[in-house]
């Protein structure tokens, strides 16, 4: 039986779901989205057990976003798994670190070139002059390079003209805010965002030390600790971090609790990339974003993505505009996908389907 639509089926769709339709037009930086500030119970972030030794420090869900990182001891010292978004953070999970372990910092490993996942380095290399930051050859290049995406060099320089613009706007919204509510809301991102901004200012970005164009393990002190790559997905240059024996993966935001962002990332290659994961034995995930996960999440995520690219090619192929797959497909795929990418206040899923949808559009069928 065929699934493709005609354009008329496609249009009577659009058309029952009007009434449910929200403005999709998003098409905010990675993770710069406005959340309920109120919602956050710990300001930075809260560091859980996943396994003997291995920590995961999860985000506190902000307006001014902050990545997860891991944490990995080791008896001759600590590895990192990206660093947050701004030093202050990072410096916080330092002194956490510090409270756990006399031991020096020894390895930050950078999963990705986003923003919000290595401009907290300067914290680890200001311990020591050992310190060797990894991460792959291709974030490397994206760091340094201009336009990468949302992170790197350039994109420092771009939130330095952006954030104040932020800023001013978030003081007209206050004044036109229509409750108090409303009013404290605006009132504390405003203060996130001053506050990033004075630390944006003085940021000494601290790029990585060590790139690597294939998998490498590395062994410390007895522990087993895989660097991956196995090809594009979130970024050109993922890489997941594997510990076999305490079956535990970081992945960066190659597989997070929220939405995706696809930005900067290849959908098709990522499903390949995420199947490429599912191989490895391992029974918890330390994503990029949200709480850390069971391994059937990596099933449900690649679900999204398949499901996603699927209804976009079928949309496209049935003479769909853009404008109209943004609205059909956000309803589409809801029942399935909705609650569960919602779970947190930022990163839902009426936050970034239509900008999934433009995503795929633009990077599978136009380019297809
Ligand atoms: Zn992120
Ligand atoms: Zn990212």
């Known amino acids: ?29 990675c993770c710069v989205f406005a959340a309920d500030a109120q919602t956050a119970e710990k300001d930075l972030f809260e560091l859980k057990k996943v396994a003997d030794g291995v920590y995961a420090a999860v985000a506190a869900p902000r307006y001014k976003v902050n990545s997860n990182a891991a944490v990995i001891l080791t008896n001759d010292g600590v590895v990192v798994v990206d660093s947050h978004s701004k030093p202050s953070a990072a410096q916080a999970l ?83 805010a229509s409750s108090p509510e409303q009013k404290a809301r605006l009132e504390a991102n405003l203060q996130q965002a001053e506050a990033y901004l004075e630390e944006l200012k003085h940021l000494k970005p601290t790029l990585p030390t060590r790139t690597l164009t294939s998998s490498v393990t590395l062994n410390e002190q007895g522990r087993e600790i895989q660097v991956l790559l196995l090809g594009r997905a979130h970024t050109s240059g993922d890489v997941f ?4 024996r305490e079956k535990v993966v970081a992945t960066g935001d190659a597989l997070i609790d929220w939405m995706p962002f696809l930005g900067d990332g290849y959908p098709e290659e ?63 795929l809801a029942a399935k996908y909705e609650q569960a990418m919602s779970k947190y206040p930022l990163g839902r899923y009426r936050d970034r389907i239509g900008q999934n949808v433009e995503m795929v559009y633009q990077k599978v069928v136009k380019k297809a």
């Open 94 to 176: 330092y002194r956490e670190i510090q409270g756990m372990t006399k031991q020096p910092i020894r390895k930050v490993i950078n999963t990705h070139f986003h923003w919000d996942h290595w401009q907290g380095n300067q914290v680890y290399a200001a311990q020591g002059s050992n310190l060797e930051i990894i991460t792959s050859e291709s974030t490397k290049e994206n760091m340094t390079k201009p336009d990468a995406g949302v992170g790197g060099l350039s994109f420092i320089e771009k939130q330095l003209v952006n954030v104040p613009k932020e800023i001013e706007q978030l003081k007209n919204d206050i004044q036109q």
């Open 241 to 244: 971090i594997y510990m076999p």
């Open 1 to 29: 039986m065929s699934t493709h639509w005609t354009r008329r089926q496609f249009l009577t769709r659009v058309g029952a779901a009007a009434a449910a339709i929200q403005a999709f037009d998003h098409l905010d930086a």
């Open 270 to 332: 990522w499903v390949q990339t995420l199947t490429a994961l599912e191989k490895y034995d391992f029974t918890h995930i330390i994503p990029g974003h949200g709480e850390v996960l069971p391994k059937e999440h990596l099933v449900f995520y690649r679900g999204y993505l398949t499901d996603l690219i699927a209804a976009v090619k079928q949309a496209a192929a049935a003479g769909a505009s853009l404008d109209e797959m943004k609205k059909a497909l956000g309803d589409q």
